[in-house]
T-cell receptor, first 114, second 112 residues
């Protein structure tokens, strides 16, 4: 119930295209859903996040779509650029009396071809 | 504003040894969490510290331990190292009561 499933494992997109990465979760107690971007040799960087009371959040070229009933959320990268080539992780957490922890998806390696 | 700082960046240790990793959170952040990242298991939660108290723990053996100091800096210790402990160890800091977690660059531990 704590798992977050992410797909696809890898994705190749042409420059200017739309990259879409999907995640699904089981635990309905999750109340925070961030996406992280990780470049080789670096730590994950917080990209954008959403809470379940909102169905969509947009920041620049990055959009999260959230479907509470389906327990799914996705990251859309519009006008994908070669500099977006990185590994993307979705995650979920819930605030507990004993603190919180992030449960991560397996990661998607995105390659944007010039 | 400085980000999360982890030291050292790289470590090579021998099986059976122990190791201590350090994390300095973003100024004002009192919560520090540790994660292990491996190609096979992905990103897995180790533990979280807040105000010098461990308040959340993942499914790792007791060889993995940590502590937090009064200035919010945290250390993680792994005793009796095994080859499978080779991983990128990441530290994340949060403001108390906030959900956003910010990661450091990690410490790459190699056990030989």
């Amino acid at each position: 119930q704590q798992q977050v499933k992410q797909s696809p494992q890898s994705l190749i997109v042409q420059k200017g295209g739309i990259s879409i990465i999907n995640c699904a979760y089981e635990n309905t107690a999750f109340d925070y859903f961030p996406w992280y971007q990780q470049f080789p040799g670096k730590g994950p960087a917080l990209l954008i996040a959403i809470r379940p009371d909102v169905s969509e959040k947009k920041e620049g070229r990055f959009t999260i779509s959230f479907n509470k009933s389906a327990k799914q959320f996705s990251l859309h990268i519009m006008d994908s650029q070669p500099g977006d080539s990185a590994t993307y992780f979705c995650a979920a957490s819930m605030q507990e009396t004993s603190g919180s922890r992030l449960t991560f998806g397996e990661g998607t390696q995105l390659t944007v071809n010039p | 504003k400085a980000g999360v700082t982890q030291t050292p960046r790289y470590l090579i240790k021998t099986r059976g040894q122990q190791v201590t990793l350090s994390c300095s959170p973003i100024s004002g952040h009192r919560s520090v969490s540790w994660y292990q990242q491996t190609p096979g298991q992905g990103l897995q939660f180790l533990f979280e510290y807040f105000s010098e108290t461990q308040r959340n723990k993942g499914n790792f053996p007791g060889r993995f331990s940590g502590r937090q100091f009064s200035n919010s800096r945290s250390e993680m210790n792994v005793s009796t190292l095994e080859l499978g402990d080779s991983a990128l160890y990441l530290c994340a800091s949060k403001k108390g009561g906030m959900a956003e977690a910010f990661f450091g660059q990690g410490t790459r531990l190699t056990v030989v």
